[in-house]
């Protein structure tokens, strides 16, 4: 039908046109969910329409096959009262009942056919929308997903390993160096405790000698030796 033709021609319009300037695909997929449920709402009522002039033209052909039969009736009791003159003018209304009968009755058939193609077609737009719907999500996250590893593999192009290593190796040397320091002054600390305990033994053996030659001196009457 025209109006579903033209329906597929927008869609794929609107969706070719949003992937050729699309920069982010998520507000993407929304949208052409947005826009395939506008147009699901335009061919409904479009649909709505036609079962409308549908069932006035199904009123239409009854109304003239009620016609048709009223007039037969007419001729009918028109002959039974011996009238065929009446009779004849009821049957003359009666053959043009019958051609409104015939016109509506295409009418009403063609109607009816594109209706039910509509109706159709309608039902096909909606099983379309729910598989998008259904796939919004997964959509989502593949496109999530791709973003991370795009920034994951960015960062990792961006890695310089060479001059990274290079900054670590300056960092052992200068920690390195740092300790060689400390044992450096460990030792200088170490060398000046041996020097203090040097003069503090010659201290007390200073004060030991003196102690001794004032017990001998004792020992021996007050006679130094």
């Not at 147009?39 to 009620?66: F, H, I, P």
């Not at 719907?133 to 593999?153: G, H, P, V």
């Amino acid at each position: 039908m025209g109006i579903f033709q033209r329906l597929s021609d927008l869609l794929k319009s609107n969706v070719n046109d949003l992937i050729d300037r699309a920069e982010d695909p998520e507000k993407m997929v929304k949208q052409i969910i947005i826009d395939m449920q506008k147009e699901l709402n335009k061919s409904t009522q479009a649909y709505g329409k036609a079962k409308a002039s549908e069932r006035l033209a199904e009123k239409q052909y009854q109304n003239a096959v009620k016609v048709s039969a009223d007039w037969e009736a007419k001729a009918k009791a028109a002959l039974a009262a011996g009238d065929q003159e009446l009779a004849k003018k009821a049957l003359a209304k009666k053959v043009k009942a019958d051609e409104d009968v015939a016109n509506y009755k295409e009418m009403y058939e063609t109607i009816s056919n594109q209706t039910e193609a509509i109706g159709d077609q309608v039902e096909v737009l909606k099983a379309k929308l729910d598989e998008a719907k259904s796939r919004q999500a997964m959509l989502i996250a593949r496109s999530q997903m791709a973003d991370t590893s795009k920034e994951l593999a960015k960062s990792v192009g961006g890695f310089d390993a060479s001059s990274s290593l290079e900054k670590f190796n300056r960092m052992e040397e200068k920690i390195v160096r740092k300790e060689a320091e400390a044992d450096a002054f460990a030792e200088i600390a170490g060398a000046n405790d041996d020097t203090a305990d040097s003069f503090e033994k010659l201290e007390t053996d200073s004060k030991v000698d003196a102690e001794l030659a004032r017990l001998m001196a004792e020992m021996n009457g007050g006679n130094a030796q």
